[in-house]
Structures are given as C-alpha cells and as structure tokens.
C-alpha cells in the first residue's frame, strides 16, 4: 500500500481510542499505513469491528475492541486486550472523547453533562494513559499523544463544558510529560480545528464558515489533515519533544 509515510512506523503497537469512525478511523489507517499493528477501540461496538474489518481489507494489521471512557473496568480490559493482542505497546493515541454541550450557553449548561464531559473527556483520558504505562514503560519508546481542541486556544462560546476538558487535557499533557520523561515517554498534545466528521454535524453552518474563512489556509479542515501530525508525534522524529501542543487548524489560531 502506497503512503508518503510508509515504514514510518515499522513494527510499532498502538492504540488508538474512538477508532470506529471520524479522526479515530483516519488516525488508526494512517499508522497502519506507516507500518504499525493498530488496536483501535470505541463504544460503538458493532462500527468498531466494521472499521477493523474494512482496514483489514485494505492490507492493515488492525484489530477492533469495546471501550467505554466512562468505566475504569472497561478502561483496563480494554488495555488488556489490545496489549494481548499487540504483545505489547509503543504508542497511545487518546483520541475518544464526547461534546454534548455544544450551542448551550454557560447558564443553559446542565451539572449533568457538566459532569459526563469531564468524565469521558478529563478521567477518561488519564485513566486510559495510566493503564497503558507498564506497557509504555517497557516498550522504552513510548509516546502519547491526546488529541485536545484550538477551542480552549481562542475561547469557543456556548461549549463551555467541552473547552474545559480540552484544555484540560493541555494542561494534563504537561504534566504527564514532565512526569513521564524519566520513563522515556513522550506526551503531547494534538489540537485539531473544527474537522469534518461525523462528531461535526451538529455545529451550525455559521461556525464552519467562520472557520474556513478566517484560516489562513480557507477550506473546509478534513481527518487527513490531522494525520501527519500524530504519525510524527509517534515517530522517532519527535523523541526530544514532550509537552507541547500543536495546533492543526490552518491558521485558525496561531498561539
């Protein structure tokens, strides 16, 4: 199979969480495309092992399995799994997450999907990254890599709940690395702008445009263009950078 990134990451294990469709499914044939043996993971269970069915066909090693960010116990049988299943592990991609308060202002905000926001978004991702360490650890070449949001970089209104988490995970991904680093794991962040996917079709017309013209580079943002990104974080070209978030956005917002 023909890719610009072909062997890039040859013999690499990775996990990929939200994996069934959107970024997840681009993320996870892109690395399979570069080389690596995929574990992809998502709630939607039966479109999870659709996706790794038809990855499968187009020559990929990728294998689907169950997970729900909201369950510590779904957390770690997941990890389980996928290490079994990779005999071992290289690379995390934290990608799953859910919005649920998108159009509400902060007053029309309910405690509830406050709460289930943060579950998935913030403790989901920190548990996920924490059962995959002893795997991480021995691999010694570990890297993370959490897909956060440019939402908490200009201050997106009426999601508030969903801004948080993001840029929660930015604040998380610093630290982690910090804490990591002795560990040679690298952890960084991957903030994408508003991309066309499934998870997408709800935003109104009026924000897609405001993105697409306002980027320096004026079209529509699509999985693709957020693939790179990931396969070099989990690349031995990025092993001396931990800590950093990137934002893939076209110009959207340059921090």
């Excluded at 071992?88 to 999907?113: H, M, P, R, Y």
Aim: aromatic share 4%.
């Amino acid at each position: 199979m023909m890719s610009p990134f072909n062997s890039m990451l040859e013999g690499r294990r990775v996990l990929v969480t939200g994996g069934a469709r959107g970024l997840g499914y681009a993320f996870a044939q892109a690395i399979g495309q570069a080389g690596a043996r995929v574990v992809i993971a998502d709630i939607l269970e039966e479109r999870v092992l659709q996706a790794a069915c038809e990855l499968r066909e187009q020559g990929l090693q990728v294998t689907g399995v169950t997970l729900d960010l909201g369950s510590p116990e779904s957390i770690n049988a997941c990890v389980a799994e996928a290490v079994a299943a990779l005999g071992g592990l290289d690379g995390l991609v934290n990608n799953a997450s859910i919005t649920n308060s998108g159009g509400k202002t902060c007053e029309q905000l309910d405690i509830d999907t406050w709460d289930q926001v943060m579950q998935v978004n913030v403790r989901g991702t920190w548990l996920m990254t924490r059962a995959c360490l002893p795997a991480l650890r021995v691999s010694g070449k570990g890297a993370v890599i959490n897909l956060a949001s440019d939402t908490p970089l200009w201050g997106a209104p009426n999601l508030l709940a969903y801004v948080a988490s993001k840029g929660a995970i930015i604040a998380m991904t610093r630290s982690l690395a910090r804490e990591l680093g002795t560990d040679n794991i690298t952890v960084n962040a991957i903030a994408p702008g508003l991309v066309l996917v499934e998870a997408t079709a709800y935003v109104p017309e009026a924000r897609h445009r405001l993105y697409t013209e306002q980027r320096a580079i004026q079209r529509p943002q699509l999985p693709e263009d957020v693939s790179g990104a990931v396969l070099f974080a989990l690349s031995d070209l990025s092993r001396f950078i931990t800590g950093q978030t990137l934002p893939v956005n076209g110009g959207f917002v340059m921090p």
